[in-house]
């Protein structure tokens, strides 16, 4: 029997918890819509709307940690967010919450980002602060669901509920700047934070390994990497060791955030939406879990981010993106047609440049730099 969009609303209401996010209580969208009759709630929709847009697929070419044309195995902006939304649906599917507003916020969350990684961010932050605006993913993932993607007649954007829209605003992680004010999120946007740390603190060390950039006897010497190492069997090929010491990592996260939270969520008595948002956060490891990934956070920092190899791409791409954006404020014909037709339209040039630079793949970045040079 074909389960219509009632229907599933109704089992929302049987299966998720009080506290959860329902699909037919969102507070809508910015453009009233006139849905035909389908069989997706509203996070549903979102969740494809998301999957569809040109700035998800172009995430695939998109360096994470690695720039992503140096080994087909190094994750990318995509496979992140793919590992995030799986991590998310888990969890939220444990505490009875909307696995689909989960998923929506975990696939949209790095729409924003810019090439070559944080070192991209970075430099396109540096340039803007000298327009009085800086860059912050996580700002300009929303201005990619209202307004870059172009999909619709009747709006701009993708026209995404407010929920999902909150949760991107509302994102936040160690590398994130620390002066965004987070309050009131749902526990679902909450979970996708943790599960974005938990995703890349597991998979940068699983691409450091793979590199050969990180010591796996250093790794070794810290408190967590030789709890999780001690219950994975060794084995000859040190490929399928390690992978199955990273699922551990992963595990041992999971297990502490959901434990932990469990506990957080009877201490302060949370039985309705309107309770969770009494807090600033409520999905959370425990303090011994917090201290152990900050260690590992470190080693990271210390080892992997800032390794000579690493920095020297990121050097590479940041020299990229500034001399495209220069060559872009001096000579705006160089831009693309619909881009110069919105400068002082809907925005300033500089902005302009910003959004056109923050939406390019690595691969793009480079031949767009090769062919300004040949001009």
Known sequence: MIQTVEDLNKNEGKTLLSYAVKSKDSRGREYKEKFVKNNRTNFQIDRDRIIHAKAFRRLKDKTQVFIVSQDDHFRDRLTHSLEVAQ??????RTFGLN??????????????????????????????????????????????????????PDFPGLNLSVEVIEGLIKHQTAFDNQKKKIKNSSLEAQVVNLADEIAYTSHDIDDGLRSGLLNFDELSELEFFKEAQSSVKKSQNIEVQNSRIVSQLIYLMIKDLTDYTDRQIAAKNIKTLKDVQKYKKIVSFSPRMEEKVKKIRQFLLKNLYFHKKVQEKAK??????????????????????????????????????????????????????NRINKT
């Open 99 to 152: 696995e689909d507003l989960a998923e929506s916020i975990a696939l949209a969350h790095d729409l924003g980002h810019t090439p070559f990684g944080h070192s991209g961010e970075e430099k396109l932050n540096e340039i803007m602060l000298g327009f009085g605006s800086g860059f912050e993913h996580n700002l300009q993932s929303k201005r990619v669901v209202t307004v870059l993607e172009q999909k619709y």
């Open 316 to 369: 590479k791409g940041q020299i990229i993106i500034e001399k495209l954006f220069n060559n872009y404020q001096t000579k705006q014909e160089l831009l693309p047609v619909k881009y110069q037709q919105e400068i002082d339209k809907t925005a300033p040039l500089e902005t302009i440049i910003k959004d056109y630079i923050a939406g390019m793949t690595d691969n793009f970045a480079i031949a767009e730099y």
């Open 87 to 92: 991590i998310s649906r888990d969890i939220a």
